[in-house]
């Protein structure tokens, strides 16, 4: 089992490079936002939950978050492996995946970060904001708080991983597919060293 752990800033082209990995490696896609969406609208206990607290503009508690990752895990848990997309968030939700893979044998192979500098990231989003027609795509104070949350937050995250030697930083700059081509090369040597392990 891959289990990928992606992490990449706003306009890093993650949830691109995200489709062509899942295509490449047949690994399960387990977003943590597209979870939380479809438990939302489930009807479930935990959905009406969820609902409550995003209707009333309330963050999703970890414990819920970490409830909903554990129940994609434990039913898939014959794929082929996970990227992991906006999960962990904290150390502490990394350490409870490095739990919870464990218990089924399992655990994080990579932490793959896209690394894009900051000037770079603004007009990406600039552009996709004329596109998309989105009003926080467009907003230059908006897209700079982006991104200095995300520095802000992935870093433990980062160490935490880098202490494991698992932490790969990939440059996110060039054409889709050389930037792919570097996200492979660093899987396949992930892959090569588990197995060697």
Known sequence: MFNLVIFGPPGSGKGTQSEYIIKKYGLMHLSTGDLLRAEKNSGSELGNRIKELIDA???????????????????????????????????????????????????????????VDDDELRTRILERGKISGRADDQNVSIIN????VYHKQTQPVINFYAAQDKYVSVNGVGSLDKVFDRICRAMDNAQQLELAM
Do not use: Y
């Open 145 to 148: 708080n982006r991104i200095a």
């Open 57 to 115: 503009g309330n963050l999703v508690p970890d414990e819920m978050v970490e409830e909903m990752v554990k129940k994609h895990v434990m039913l898939n848990r014959n794929a082929a492996g996970f990227i992991f997309d906006g999960f962990p968030r904290t150390t502490a939700q990394a350490e409870w995946l490095d739990n919870l893979l464990a218990c089924i044998g399992e655990s994080v192979t990579l932490m793959l970060t896209l690394d």
